[in-house]
Every structure is written in C-alpha cells, then in structure tokens.
C-alpha cells in the first residue's frame, strides 16, 4: 500500500478527525508537538514518517495523555508493545522548548524530563524506531522482546496500548502481574483495552487492528478481549485502583484507557 494513504488506513473505518477542543493556544501547542514527533521519522522512511503523522493525529490517546498529565516529569517509562516508538518521540517533543511553546493552560504541567524504555516484539517496528530516535540525547531504549517473557525494567508509569488482547487470558493476567512487580510504589500503568461489551464497536476496532497490522508488515494474530467490567476486576485483583476514561473520540471504537495506580498498601483498591 502507498504510504501516503496509511493515515486514511488508521482512520478506515471513520472519516472523522479529531479535532482540537478548547483554547487556542491548546489547538497550537498540539500542532508544534504533532509536527515535531512526526518529523523524527523522515529518517526511518517515508512509510515510517506517515504511520507516524496518521497515527499521532488521529489517535486520541496521545493527545489526552498530555492534557490530563498522566506521565508526571521525570518518571521512568517503560512502553509495553512500544511499535515504532510514537511516544518517545512525543515525549522527546515536550523537552523541546520550541515545540511546546505556548504550553495550554488548560493542560497538565509537560512530561519534561522523562527516560524511556520501549518493548516491541516487531522486528520492522523496532528498525523503524532506532532509525528515527537513535539521534536523541538521551537517546530512548527501544529492544526487541516478547512481553510474555521479556524482563520488565523497574518504572514508574507502564503504559500498555492496544496490545495486550494480542495474548490470551492466562498470559494477559501473567503480564499484569509481572507489570504490577517492575512498578515503584504508587506506581501507574496506563493500559488502553477495547470493551467486548459493545459488540459492534469491539468488532470495528478489531478488524481496523488487523488491517494496520497488515500494512506495517506483520501477520495478524488471534485476538482475546474482555469485558471493561473484567478488566476492572482483574486490575482490582492486582492490587490497583483504576479510573476508566473513554478513548474513541473521532472514532467508531470501543476503547477505553484504565488509569491504573497502585493502592496504597493496606488500603482496598477502587
């Protein structure tokens, strides 16, 4: 498929964009941000440069995880199913003073200062980020692994998006567990699910999946998804409190993001 037609693939299944809300200075920095993140990829190949420009724009995850602060500055981030390592590069944008001015009001303080870490199992994904982002001080640590197996760096903010149906319960809950162990104390983990309860819109999302996954260069697996109310419960077992936030705006899916601390010892999560 001609890359220039990969954004249009991202959104297949939805005309809409998404578009700012708010003022202003919120539609400009997210522009500068946008814009900055996605040029890093003309060094990766056009095919890189416009997933990365689709993909950023048209997500909303990206955008809400700065409005609402979700990676605190200086926290250690570990990206679980990292892909090409879109977030790094968002990440890297905040530190650019260029980038981010004016910085919204209405926003959370900037994610300055963080370090990542990215885990992928797509050997073309991880070329596609090192081509990009190795020029980066410092430059973010991006490594080819299976989450199932692989050995989680101790962080502060895991975030997990879109990945984790790829491996059936057994293993969903195994990776959980092992994500709760490598978090500090107060920890978060930011894990983005589709809800099996809203069948059609479950079903979009996946076949949507399955078509993205395709045109970057990879087999579709088999899937395996949960109720938002299952999620919940076996986050609750793990030892977090998680606070649901719809994350299809723009979109036809079911996505959700679980914001998910760790409770307090001696306290029931909620």
Known sequence: MNPRNLSTVVGAASRARVTPRGPDDAHAAWSALHADASARYRRGGRFAWHFARGKLQRDPVFRALLEHGDIHPGARVLDIGCGQGLLASLLAACDDPAARRPWPRTWAVPPTGTRYTGIELMARDIARAHAALHHLDPAPQIRCDDMRGAAFD??????????????????????????????????????????????WAFGASQWVDRIVTTVRGHRAPPTWGRTLEQWIATLHELGFSVRPRPMSRGTPFANVLLVCDLAPRGSAPR
């Open 154 to 199: 101790a962080c502060d903010v895991a975030v997990m998006l879109d990945v984790l149906h790829y491996v059936d319960p057994p293993a969903q809950n195994a990776v959980l567990a092992r994500v709760r162990d490598a978090l500090a104390p107060r920890g978060r983990l930011l894990l983005r699910v589709g809800d099996a309860s809203r069948r």
